[in-house]
């Protein structure tokens, strides 16, 4: 990243990470790292990829920072659930950093390739709901968090590998299919 890039980045997310909620986030292992750490790399390859994509990297690197952003663990809580967690992120988002809709949204939808999956193979995760069409991305921000956050969690965990390969090849077989025009 050039300086000039690292300053632009740095002052987008200053006033999350200095945040003492957004801070509580070091607590919880995410991946087999903090889930800080997790968001960060999210954060910081989102904004990588806006520029290459033309995407509004504010949008796209505040989301991707506050993609996780549920305190406790997947488990401790319904609503902090696997397919769950981004509705609660993105209200958490809304409440404490006062996000924009599409930044909201971006959030909300980041697991989109998980809820593919899970309609393709209903056993997976089968007391979790949730609709295609709620949990779409609807803009080039969203799709830019997603694959950022699949990336991630592929470097992040190699002992799930298989299933994270199967989850990117899915997303960009559903692109293709979606935007072939």
């Known amino acids: 990243m050039t300086k000039t890039n690292k300053n632009e980045f740095d002052s987008l997310i200053e006033d999350i990470i200095n945040n003492e909620h957004f ?74 950093f006062n996000v924009s809709d599409i930044e909201a949204e971006a959030i909300k939808t980041h697991m989109f390739h998980q809820v593919l999956l899970k309609k393709l193979f209903p056993f997976i995760n089968p007391k979790e709901k949730a609709s295609i069409k709620e949990f779409k991305p609807k803009s080039k921000e969203g799709w830019l968090i997603c694959a950022s956050d699949l990336l991630v969690s592929i470097i992040e965990c190699e002992r799930f590998q298989f299933t994270y390969v199967a989850n990117v090849a899915l997303l960009l077989l559903f692109n293709i299919i979606l935007f072939k025009n």
């Open 23 to 96: 801070l509580e986030t070091k607590k919880d292992l995410h991946h087999g790292t903090s889930k800080y750490e997790h968001s960060l790399r999210v954060a910081r390859l989102s904004y990588k990829l806006s520029k290459i994509f033309k995407a509004d990297s504010r949008v796209t690197t505040r989301a991707g920072l506050l993609h996780d952003f549920f305190l406790g663990t997947r488990k401790e809580k319904p609503e902090n659930s696997y397919l769950r967690h981004p509705v609660t992120a993105a209200e958490n988002a809304k409440k404490y």
